[in-house]
């Protein structure tokens, strides 16, 4: 909703917002864009002058229970979803819909820096906020609008997948994965929307299919002999790395069809954001949007997203991480990265059930396996939010599971009734050898912000003291030094010789 507001506001509207409990870096980013948010909700919130209401998907915006919601829809002016508003300000332009399971906010920033990198003026939507480009949202004058798209519900009002709304001519789809169970109870009712995705395609476009997820083989299965396709993945897929070299930077090959397309390095961690990189690659350079080279460029410089595997602080030695743990794919594939660059430190996970998928019943067995490769995991409280529309888990349920893993697990009190005395019970617990990571697609009852704060005090970096030159050293020095005193004072020599 942050992007639509600053969308909006750049196609010349006027735009004021209301929301509750917004935090970071969200509400960071509103302040730094200088668009309005009202807390809480109230009917006073309403200006007298508005002209359309944009309502987003969330469990409080329903009429029975939010009064400017009411107002909103008894006022008689146009009220429509993001999504709606989206495919508004997407008239006339190339759509590049980026959709899938997981990796759609990190590879529709990439795209979008690309496209920047190559001069064509894109404009772009992205469900996050990214540090690549540095702005979630732009109205470019180029031909092409890349917009990520997301298969939940618009609205508490229409239950479209969101980029239903959208005409893809560009579509990549990142690996499927069963996900948002309680509005897809089955991988087959999950499935659906983005089959319906893919037939919105005109018929001379490829789609960009990642092989990798667990419902992605069974998607491509189901789509028409016609359907032309390019297919990207980590082992296999048209499009696939090649001649990994794990790092601080990470280097590789990309490969079409068995054959070297450009080197390629990046600073992003682990496997999940190479496929990431694969997937954009496979889009842009399939369909000649931009060269290899260009590519290779946008790569190096791109910073990822927040949220996504961002370190939280460059000023203590212990390695924090926050990623986006909003499905189990996501938090395995954080997991995977934090053991793949940090494989001889201790893993510890502060985790919060925060999405109806990690506090829903149906998912309890995710918790038989999904922190494989911790040390340790601390459970914060499921949030509340919608609380009675599903089968809600107890943070007792979800530490017991976990516990029966022999996984050594311990809940945390509220972060709004002791958020200092929680991060100081974490971080004292910590040991130096230790790698952090903050899973959540929640605010984490603010610990995001004071477990750093604390690490820092106490695992600062220590600046590297200059050794005192041993004898030797000298030594070895001066003698270089009476080797090059000679050395010049022969080369004078023989210059004079010649002169004579």
Not at 253 to 273: A, K, Y
Not at 454 to 459: I, S
């Amino acid at each position: 909703m942050s992007a639509v507001a600053k969308l909006l506001r750049e196609s010349g509207a006027t735009v004021i917002g209301s929301d509750e409990a917004a935090y970071p870096p969200v509400s960071d980013y509103l302040k730094s864009e200088n668009l309005t948010c009202r807390s809480p909700y109230a009917t006073s919130n309403i200006d007298p002058d508005v002209t359309d209401f944009v309502i987003g998907k969330n469990a409080r915006l329903v009429p029975e229970t939010n009064a400017e919601v009411a107002g909103a829809l008894a006022s008689g002016k146009p009220v429509r979803s993001f999504p709606e508003i989206l495919k508004q300000l997407a008239e006339g332009k190339e759509t590049a819909i980026v959709a899938g399971s997981y990796g759609k906010s990190s590879c529709a920033s990439l795209l979008a820096h690309g496209l920047i990198e190559a001069q064509t003026d894109p404009s772009w939507f992205i469900g996050a906020i990214p540090l690549s480009p540095t702005s979630s949202a732009s109205l470019g004058q180029g031909k092409i609008f890349v917009m990520e798209g997301d298969e939940y519900p618009s609205s508490n009002f229409d239950d479209r997948a969101k980029f239903l709304h959208y005409a893809p001519r560009h579509l990549l789809l990142t690996p499927l994965a069963h996900d948002h169970v309680n509005v897809y109870p089955t991988p087959e009712s999950y499935l659906r929307p983005f089959a319906q995705l893919v037939s919105n395609l005109p018929k001379d476009a490829p789609l960009v299919l990642c092989l990798d997820g667990d419902l992605s083989k069974i998607f491509k299965s189901s789509l028409p002999s016609q359907q032309s396709i390019v297919t990207y993945g980590l082992a296999k897929g048209d499009y696939r790395p090649a001649n990994i070299l794990w790092g601080e930077t990470t280097r590789f090959t990309l490969m079409r069809d068995g054959e070297p397309i450009i080197d390629l390095e990046t600073s992003q961690l682990g496997e999940h954001n190479i496929e990431n990189i694969v997937g954009v690659g496979a889009l842009l350079l399939s369909q000649n949007l931009i060269s290899p080279e260009t590519f290779a460029r946008a790569v190096a410089s791109f910073k990822g997203v927040r949220r996504r595997l961002d370190r939280k602080s460059e000023a203590t030695s212990i390695p924090i991480y926050e990623a986006f743990g909003s499905s189990r794919e996501k938090a395995r594939s954080a997991i995977a990265a934090m053991r793949r660059h940090y494989p001889n430190r201790r893993l510890v996970i502060v985790f919060e059930p925060h999405t109806f998928s990690w506090r829903n019943r149906a998912a309890l067995s995710w918790y038989d396996d999904v922190f494989d490769g911790a040390s340790h995991v601390y459970v914060y409280e499921p949030a509340e939010q919608g609380a009675t529309t599903h089968a809600q888990l107890t943070q007792q349920e979800i530490v017991a599971r976990v516990a029966a893993t022999y996984l050594p697990v311990t809940a945390l009190p509220p972060a709004s009734e002791a958020a200092r005395e929680a991060a100081g019970q974490i971080v004292g617990e910590l040991q130096a050898n230790d790698a952090l990571l903050l899973l959540t697609s929640g605010n984490l009852g603010g610990l995001i912000e004071t477990i750093p704060a604390l690490a820092e005090q106490k695992f600062p970096i220590q600046k590297a003291k200059r050794l005192p030159e041993s004898t030797t050293a000298r030594e070895a020095r001066t003698a270089a030094a009476l080797r090059e005193n000679l050395r010049k004072r022969k080369a004078q020599k023989e210059a004079r010789k010649d002169k004579e």
